[in-house]
């Protein structure tokens, strides 16, 4: 795997302003918090307002309320999504503030060109450097949700062991973490699936020994991927969490078609991604050093290549939609799981 990283500064990449806000500098961008509160209080709201409509359909798949909650609701949420992307605009701005402020130029994530591309730098090596902070680093980029890293990486392992059970499968008998970083999302499966053998595979060595720093478990172990290497061990079920948007885009399909090919039979593909669709993962990777020049890829791309391996995606699905603020409405994921705008998404796919 590799991919076209500037190299020669403290930064991943260093790229050129296009245009200039003179004003950006003066501007309070305290004003940005007080936007996501106010809006998340009118969401809530909105949400209390129909609450009792909502209980009703659930249960009966009828509604009898008054016309004047449903409108008067409908006019709370125009005014927190108003107020929602005010703040996020608001937040860019500071990031390109405080990026100004620090040296370094940058452009919005999606019109990113590297300035110096004809460098290049094996991913190993980007995480070798950043193995030290990996933790602190995630855990800037997700501030704004209010959660850590491991409470995505148990949601993750969570809702892939719901999906297992309902699966009717055996349960796995051996789980490749593969791209495990220091650990956190390898730990996480070992919990959910309490029989199985979780093996952590990752290509930088400072990372997987971080991971080991964790603590030694009977049932997990950590190892060490050697660039340009070719098979991994066989397995069960083969968990990706965050790994393919850090890959060249024509590297994809031969680590994918390498990762079908130490599927066990009936073994399952568990992938795990950034949704680019959803504006807010974009404004968490732009904040994430080893992040800001990953190509993220969308649904469709994911499942096209997970196709062309010969396997059979069997479900799609999108993750964590309200930040901790917002954490009564996360009883509502479950039916939001079909729309493409979580913050993450998990494909499952089987092989014959």
Not at 305 to 320: K, N, P
Request: charged content about 20%; aromatic content about 8%.
């Amino acid at each position: 795997m590799s991919r076209s990283l500037p190299t020669g500064s403290r930064r991943p990449r260093t790229a050129e302003l296009a245009f200039r806000v003179p004003w950006l500098d003066d501007y309070a961008t305290g004003r940005a918090r007080a936007h996501w509160f106010v809006a998340g209080v009118t969401f809530a709201v909105a949400i209390a307002v129909v609450w009792e409509g909502i209980v009703q359909y659930l249960a009966t798949g009828h509604v009898h309320m008054h016309w004047s909650r449903p409108m008067l609701a409908s006019l709370l949420v125009m005014l927190a999504g108003m107020l929602l992307l005010t703040a996020l605009l608001l937040e860019m701005m500071e990031l390109i503030v405080d990026q100004r402020a620090g040296g370094a130029r940058t452009l919005p994530p999606d019109r990113v060109r590297d300035a110096r591309p004809g460098l290049v730098t094996s991913p190993a090596t980007v995480f070798d450097k950043y193995a030290e902070t990996y933790d602190s680093d995630c855990m800037r980029g997700l501030a704004l949700s209010g959660e850590s890293s491991a409470y995505f990486a148990r949601g993750r392992a969570a809702h892939l062991a719901r999906w297992w059970a309902r699966s009717g499968r055996p349960a796995p008998q051996t789980i490749i973490d593969y791209g495990c970083g220091t650990g956190e999302g390898t730990l996480a499966l070992a919990a959910e699936f309490s029989d199985a053998r979780v093996i952590g595979l990752d290509i930088s060595a400072e990372a997987i020994e971080r991971a080991v720093s964790r603590g030694s478990q009977e049932r997990v172990e950590f190892d060490h991927v050697q660039r340009g290497q070719t098979s991994i061990p066989r397995a069960e079920l083969l968990h990706m969490n965050g790994v393919l948007h850090h890959v060249d885009p024509a590297d994809r399909d031969r680590l994918l078609k390498m990762q079908s090919s130490a599927l066990a039979s009936k073994g399952v593909m568990a992938l795990f991604e950034n949704n680019p669709l959803n504006p807010g993962t974009r404004w968490v990777m732009s904040r994430i050093p080893f992040d800001r020049d990953a190509a993220p890829l969308r649904p469709s791309e994911a499942i096209r290549r997970i196709d062309a391996c010969g396997l059979h995606v069997e479900q799609t699905s999108y993750l964590f939609w309200f930040p901790r603020f917002l954490a009564v409405l996360r009883r509502l994921e479950p039916f939001l799981e079909t729309i493409p705008f979580g913050a993450r998404y998990a494909v499952f796919a089987s092989k014959d």
